[in-house]
């Protein structure tokens, strides 16, 4: 298998030592096996060989996906969120390019350590504890626009597979049964069969070695269980994902995701009691990590740290447009830098996207009487940045080049539509509302509200609005073209424009006109 990096001819030394050391006979954990199936034209990042590889599916426009999911024992961060925004934007891109259905399933750790401690703490039912925090965190997720996944599933609905899993794996010894009737896996059993380099830890108990991590947690005292054959119990970590994604998904799975913090020990955990379990060589085709959200300190957002601001507290200052911008605005594999200035820029960013959507349908509409539209390289401007925006999207989701090329169209549709009539004018509204529309319907692929943004369906109101706006404008260009401006009427035209502004309407004041928008 050849790997390459595409939309790139250049190949310079180091790329191509790199191509070689993928023919060399390598320990089977590093190396990666093409799926057989149905080629796509998407490129993504194979974490195992370190370059881009071509997106193959087990299904013809079919993509099995599974997420892992919240640990409910607390409301959800911007951390959190950014995982979850990054992978709905790749999933609507995935939607839009491969016409796919994407078959979604995100499990949830409705019991664990953290769980039960917080009940502790709280003298709370754990499970109603579990079930509020779950229920927000997906009310989160729809206030920022996240899709539905397919199924979400709890660990607690699915404790007779989790059983019957480990005890697949005990019959093909790959795992232990300790003294307290606990399950481990034996990783240096399992590396050995499979060829794998496997390094000895030292452990303090009748845990064999101190990698080997367990598939099932013996009973303690005060602590909710459930009966298996080696006593009462509940599930690991790392079991319940491989079980749920079993169970639903099956044997091989096209996309599986996570923060990066989840990769090791968690994901590789996975696979490889996954690959035991199915007799298989590789469980999953595509593994997904996202990078953190970090402070501006490059300090990572955590609990632990006491440095999270939850979904509900950033909803109150930022809206879930200018969220999904931020993400927007980073590859989903580097680290999101969170600020107050980072998050002016998003805002910045996101106001000229709608401003320019607002001066296209004004200037489209008749209303907005300037510009000098040159047609043949505003329509050129656009089939080069479809082009480019095509290329970067199928290129591991390169959204922020994605972006770059939006901007970069609205300042050349910016500079036409604004453009002085000094001369004689060329009005192109057609052009104009390519561009517009096209701006707007990529922005809505990414799941951006922007082109659905709706001032009212009241016509009566929209007329009275359009009504003010016109006596305004003849006030002002009255006040402006008298040979002294009358600065009363200025001062009361601005105040006017300061009024609307505080119900959401904004007014552009031009040389002979005003137009006006609804904003948030």
Not at 22 to 48: A, M
Not at 77 to 86: F, L, M, N, P, Q
Not at 374 to 395: G, H, K, M, Q, T
Request: charge should be neutral.
């Amino acid at each position: 298998m050849i790997c390459r990096t595409i939309f790139s001819k250049r190949k310079d030394l180091s790329f191509v030592k790199r191509l070689l050391n993928l023919h060399v006979d390598k320990p089977k954990r590093l190396k990666w096996i093409e799926p057989q199936g149905f080629k796509t034209n998407i490129y993504v990042y194979n974490s195992k060989i370190k370059c881009k590889v071509p997106l193959i599916l087990n299904n013809k426009n079919i993509i099995t996906w599974y997420m892992c999911g919240p640990t409910v024992y607390d409301s959800a961060h911007i951390g959190h969120a950014s995982t979850y925004v990054r992978f709905d934007i790749i999933q609507r891109i995935l939607n839009n390019y491969l016409d796919a259905d994407i078959i979604c399933v995100i499990g949830v750790t409705d019991i664990d350590d953290k769980i039960i401690a917080r009940s502790q703490q709280s003298k709370q039912n754990w499970k109603e504890l579990a079930n509020f925090y779950e229920e927000e965190f997906f009310c989160d997720m729809t206030s920022l626009n996240v899709s539905k996944p397919y199924l979400r599933c709890r660990v607690t609905e699915y404790i007779p597979e989790i059983v019957q899993f480990v005890n697949n794996i005990l019959s093909k010894e790959y795992a232990y049964v300790t003294k307290d009737g606990s399950v481990h896996f034996d990783s240096a059993k399992y590396a050995a069969a499979n060829k794998l380099p496997f390094k000895e830890l030292t452990s303090h108990s009748d845990v064999k070695t101190a990698s080997d991590f367990v598939l099932w947690k013996a009973r303690k005292e005060g602590e909710p269980s459930w009966k298996s054959p080696w006593g009462y119990g509940r599930p690991g970590w790392h079991i319940e994902c491989s079980t749920i994604a079993s169970t639903v998904l099956g044997s091989t799975i096209d996309l599986h995701s996570g923060g990066i913090d989840l990769a090791f020990p968690h994901h590789e955990n996975e696979e490889i009691q996954s690959c035991s379990y199915h007799n298989v060589d590789q469980w999953v085709n595509y593994w997904l990590h996202t990078g953190h959200l970090r402070l501006k300190e490059d300090v990572k957002m955590s609990k632990s740290l006491h440095n999270t601001i939850s979904i509900q507290e950033f909803l109150t200052q930022y809206s879930a447009d200018q969220f999904r911008l931020c993400c927007l605005m980073s590859h989903y594999r580097k680290g999101i830098e969170y600020s107050h200035e980072s998050m002016e820029l998003v805002i910045s960013t996101l106001k000229k996207m709608e401003s320019f959507i607002d001066d296209c349908k004004n200037y489209v509409s008749g209303k907005l009487n300037t510009g000098n539209i040159d047609e043949p390289s505003l329509l050129l401007c656009l089939s080069n940045a479809r082009e480019n925006i095509d290329a970067a999207l199928v290129d591991d989701f390169d959204t922020p080049k994605a972006i770059q090329e939006i901007l970069n169209l609205i300042k050349v549709g910016n500079k036409m539509i604004h453009q002085s009539q000094n001369t004689v004018s060329s009005r192109n509204p057609v052009s104009v509302a390519a561009v517009s529309n096209y701006v707007t319907s990529t922005l809505c692929k990414f799941g951006l509200h922007t082109s659905k943004r709706e001032v009212t369906d009241n016509q009566k109101m929209l007329h009275l609005v359009d009504d003010i706006v016109h006596f305004r404008n003849s006030l002002r260009q009255k006040a402006l073209e008298a040979d002294v401006k009358d600065k009363y009427l200025l001062n009361s035209c601005d105040e006017i424009r300061s009024i609307l502004a505080i119900r959401g309407i904004e007014i552009k004041d031009h040389k002979q006109s005003s137009t006006w928008s609804m904003k948030e």
